[in-house]
């Protein structure tokens, strides 16, 4: 899957679970600071990403700033890569 695919399939994924409905975001968006995701959706994203792409991210090794936007998930997980 490339990333700019699996990009739209998370914007899309966030989107329809998040704790602020109907609120525009993108690739950039702090997702944490804009209250777009919370503790219990970052749960939910990441079992989202492992389903996907088989990367699994252990709790203990969750750092906030990887996951405050689409873009930085991407970056730091290696997501998307084909």
Do not use: C, W
Not at 24 to 34: G, K, S, V
Not at 62 to 73: E, N, P, Q, Y
């Amino acid at each position: 899957m490339k990333s700019t695919t699996f990009s739209q399939d998370m914007l899309a994924y966030i989107a329809g679970n998040s704790a602020v409905p109907n609120m525009h975001f993108d690739e950039a968006t702090d997702l944490i600071e804009t209250g777009i995701i919370d503790s219990f959706s970052i749960m939910s994203l990441l079992a989202f990403i492992a389903e996907k792409t088989g990367v699994r991210v252990e709790l203990e090794d969750l750092v906030l700033d990887t996951i405050r936007s689409v873009r930085a998930m991407n970056e730091s997980f290696n997501l998307g890569a084909s």
